[in-house]
């Protein structure tokens, strides 16, 4: 049975550099360049005459990548610490955008997606987020929700401006100027922000050995399976919301900018449940945070059922928005209780590979039932099921946070 490793002491004003640079890595990288995805598209069609399912393609290729080499990020963290896998991204990502902003044939959009996939995964937040739970003991989740709602942000201020670059410029121009900002964003953090070498708590000395497990043997040990249980089957739900949303409030009678706006508005909320979360989970402790969390969700999806009315869309976008922000927030916390500290980042980035493949399931589902009955009162009630699912595992799991305690003040 793996112990539970020492509290480190490091603080998050000593930290603040890294929870900076953590939070303009995720409002450029992630926010600016995932999360704009959908600004593209369409002006490159336009303008070129390529398919929708060759771009889509391409796109689903990325995300593939990124998913399958999540893992080897993690691996290559702990290993050699942040700087070498996001030294390698930012490599992969300057290739990938030039052969963006230069294409002329399909093929090279989704050519550029398989480089894109393991560059934004090298460089965007796993590597930061296993620095952060490392390093930081002192309200960690709040630095981490600091960092995650930066996603939030640059998606909510980098898509119109990108949209606007696109209309006065091209596409070809909005992909010059984004690709430039995601591969100089981490280049001074990485000089001087960033942690170098090996990840160790701060303030205490060199772990001790102890047997090496085989990393079957680790994602056995007790409490991995129930975290992997919380990642997934959330994720499973919030990437169903993420694609049917919008259809489904149309279909109920809202008309498409109102249903746009919806999902938007969710994002901007996500962000203030991130930071709060990161207070709540530094105040009371990420697992219970996380239960009150994945109950709201609960509730927020029994409220989607009525969401034809203005009052119940504007509480299910609340209260979904909060609890998905405290979930980001907290869930790496707790992440750190349970996983080995000298491999951390390859388990929870093999936990992450099994959420990001899982969470594919959800939409082909969501979409096989609305073909099959006409609606979405099907889907909805399985999206409700997996989120109460989620809760009552997250209710039977031990909070590890007393068990470390007394270590923090020896």
């Not at 003991?137 to 909510?156: E, K």
């Not at 790496?332 to 959420?355: K, N, Y």
């Not at 009955?373 to 209710?395: N, R």
């Amino acid at each position: 049975m793996i112990q539970p490793r020492a509290v480190h002491t490091g603080s998050i004003r000593e930290a603040l550099p890294l929870v900076i640079a953590g939070f303009a890595i995720s409002f450029v990288v992630v926010g600016g360049g995932i999360d704009t995805v959908s600004v593209f598209l369409n002006a490159i069609t336009k303008a070129t005459g390529w398919s929708r399912s060759a771009l889509s393609a391409g796109v689903s290729s990325g995300a593939l990548m990124a998913a399958l080499s999540t893992p080897i990020v993690g691996m290559l963290v702990d290993r050699y610490g942040v700087r070498v896998p996001m030294t390698t991204g930012v490599a992969l990502l300057t290739v990938g955008f030039l052969i963006l902003a230069g294409m002329h044939e399909p093929w090279q959009f989704v050519a550029a997606n398989v480089l894109l996939g393991p560059g934004f995964a090298a460089c965007a937040l796993l590597p930061i987020t296993v620095a952060v739970t490392v390093r930081i003991s002192d309200r960690t989740a709040l630095a981490l929700g600091i960092i995650a709602a930066g996603s939030s942000a640059g998606a909510l201020a980098l898509a119109p401006a990108l949209q606007r670059i696109t209309e006065a410029f091209g596409w070809r121009s909005a992909y010059m100027a984004l690709g430039a900002a995601v591969v100089l964003t981490p280049l001074p953090c990485l000089l001087f922000a960033l942690p170098r070498g090996r990840l160790r708590p701060a303030g205490t000395a060199r772990p001790e050995r102890r047997r090496k497990l085989r990393l079957a043997q680790e994602l056995r040990q007790p409490g991995v399976t129930p975290l992997a249980a919380v990642m997934i089957l959330p994720a499973v739900v919030s990437f169903s919301i993420s694609v049917h949303l919008v259809p489904y409030l149309a279909g109920l009678g809202h008309p498409g900018a109102v249903a746009a706006t919806a999902l938007g508005a969710t994002i901007g909320i996500s962000a203030m449940g991130k930071i709060g979360g990161g207070f709540a989970g530094d105040r009371i402790g990420p697992l219970p945070s996380l239960r009150y969390a994945l109950l709201l969700d609960v509730a927020a999806l029994v409220l989607l059922q009525y969401a034809a009315g203005a009052a119940a869309l504007s509480a299910f976008v609340v209260a979904y928005g909060l609890a998905l922000g405290v979930q980001v927030a907290v869930i790496p916390a707790i992440a750190v209780t349970v996983l080995d500290a000298d491999r951390f980042g390859t388990l929870f980035g093999v936990l992450q590979l099994a959420a990001m493949l899982a969470s594919a399931i959800g939409p082909i589902s969501s979409g096989v039932i609305y073909d099959r009955t006409g609606q979405y009162s099907a889907a909805i009630a399985m999206w409700v099921v997996a989120m109460a699912a989620a809760a009552a595992i997250a209710w039977g799991m031990r909070d590890a946070a007393p068990a470390l305690r007394p270590a923090a003040s020896a």
